[in-house]
């Protein structure tokens, strides 16, 4: 069974430095992943997504990913935070040929940005 | 673009009452979900419907019946509330599946009291 692992229920960081989420995924196969965001009283929104392409993904809003098989990670980067960008972030995985791609969730992580 | 909506966007019940929520989608997309999201826990998936007249059962479906009504619309029922559904719903709906990603609706915030 997929699964995914993110590390961190609460990450805090200054305006300006970098972020970095981790995700840690299971999956018997190579797996499709995606990472969401979600603002107070919001749906999800989807960030990024990794489709089995290249390795490092980029994403709206200055967000990237890099899946590593070997290290079984898809861990989101940005390199210099914004206010704007604290809120909760949550990683997912799909087995490709999943009845209806059904995503497992994560967590979830929560951004919080310091001025 | 609506995207996907969902109503009514905040419901109190009392215990032992049903209701239906409501998701339609305008994107043509052919697979829709409902997932309940509760803190520290993620989202956790009740039931989808791959394709126009198909529902499955998802991790946590003790409680809940769905129908797809048309390719729109995707609609939870709850036959008897009970406090542990209180909840926050999320309606997502994705063209084909696999690699697509979802896009969500609003969310219904219900609470069963």
């Known amino acids: 069974a997929q699964s995914v692992t993110q590390l961190g229920s609460h990450v805090s960081v200054s305006e300006g430095a970098l972020v970095l989420l981790r995700c840690n995924y299971s999956s018997s196969v190579p797996p499709y992943l995606f990472w969401y965001v979600q603002y107070p009283n919001q749906g999800l929104q989807l960030l990024l997504k990794?489709?089995?392409?290249?390795?490092l993904v980029k994403g709206i809003n200055g967000f990237e990913a890099e899946f590593k098989k070997s290290e079984t990670s898809f861990h989101l980067t940005k390199p210099s935070a914004h206010m704007s960008d604290a809120a909760e972030y949550f990683c997912?995985?799909?087995?490709?040929?999943?009845?209806?791609?059904?995503?497992?969730f994560g967590d979830g992580t929560t951004l919080t940005v310091k001025p | 673009n609506a995207g996907v909506t969902q109503t009514p966007k905040f419901q109190v019940l009392k215990t032992g009452q049903s209701m239906t929520l409501q998701c339609a989608q305008d994107m043509n997309h052919n697979s829709m979900y409902w997932y309940r999201q509760d803190p520290g826990m993620g989202l956790r998936l009740i039931y989808y419907s791959a394709s126009e007249g198909t529902t499955d059962k998802g991790e946590v479906p003790n409680g809940y019946n769905v129908s797809r009504l048309n390719k729109r619309e995707f609609s939870l029922r709850l036959e008897s509330a009970a406090p542990s559904q209180t909840s926050v719903y999320f309606c997502?709906?994705?063209?084909?599946?696999w690699g697509d990603g979802y896009t969500f609706g609003s969310g219904t915030r219900l609470t069963v009291v």
């Open positions: 997502a709906s994705s063209e084909k599946g």
């Open positions: 997912a995985v799909s087995d490709p040929g999943t009845n209806a791609g059904k995503s497992t």
């Open positions: 990794y489709t089995s392409a290249a390795t």
